[in-house]
């Protein structure tokens, strides 16, 4: 069964304190691995697709990067407004569906 | 932002009515997706639509049912209603299976 797990559950920054978050999986076929921001009471929003390990994609103060095993979403410098909860998720298969991880809630600090 | 709509956004219902929760979109996507997401869990696709009535079961259908008679609309139905079905429910679009999905804003579906 296709999983991903992401790591950590939380995480609490100051502002300005770089980081990153993890996001491994297990499929049988990766098509895509695909990082989203979900702000409280909202719908996740799209970020970033990798679809081959050393892949790396950039916006503003997020990089993502992709191995074969896990991708990792770095923060550069975050600030308050970067707050949020990001989800990995990944395309497996022949029929693309996504499978989600749980997520991580991030909280930077003024 | 992406042409998505959901209504209702809340919804308050007692076991066993029926629901149907509507998404709506104007990108003219091919592609449509009902999730559900809830606490402890990720976002867990029920069911989803490759074109106008042709539909396939996703990770979690039992208990819903959808329909898509228009490009723009698809449907999600809940026949009897249960408390396990209090949720929050997505609606997502792709141009193909292997794009990016944009969400709706969801709707936040209470059964008592």
């Known amino acids: 069964e296709d999983q991903v797990t992401q790591s950590p559950e939380a995480l609490r920054l100051q502002e300005g304190e770089s980081s990153s978050l993890n996001c491994s999986y297990t499929?049988?076929?990766?098509?895509?691995l695909f990082w989203y921001r979900q702000d409280p009471g909202k719908g996740p929003e799209f970020l970033f697709t990798?679809?081959?390990a050393g892949e790396e994609k950039e916006k503003e103060r997020l990089k993502a990067t992709l191995t074969k095993k896990e991708s990792f979403l770095h923060i550069t410098a975050p600030k308050p407004e970067d707050s949020a909860t990001y989800l990995c998720a990944h395309a497996g298969g022949s029929n693309y569906k996504l499978t989600f991880g749980k997520g991580t809630l991030l909280t930077v600090n003024p | 932002d992406a042409g998505i709509t959901q209504s209702p956004r809340h919804k308050v219902t007692e076991t066993g009515t029926p629901v149907t929760l509507r998404c709506h979109q104007t990108e003219n996507h091919r592609y449509m997706y009902w999730y559900r997401q809830d606490p402890g869990h990720g976002l867990r696709l029920i069911h989803y639509?490759?074109?106008?009535?042709?539909?396939d079961k996703g990770e979690v259908s039992d208990g819903y049912s959808v329909s898509r008679s228009k490009t723009e609309d698809f449907l999600l139905t809940l026949e009897s209603a249960t408390s396990s079905q209090t949720s929050v429910y997505f609606c997502?679009?792709?141009?193909?299976?292997?794009?990016?999905?944009?969400f709706g804003p969801g709707t936040r579906l209470t059964v008592t």
């Open positions: 997502a679009i792709s141009e193909d299976p292997r794009s990016e999905q944009y």
């Open positions: 639509s490759y074109g106008v009535k042709d539909t």
């Open positions: 990798l679809y081959s």
């Open positions: 499929v049988s076929g990766l098509r895509g």
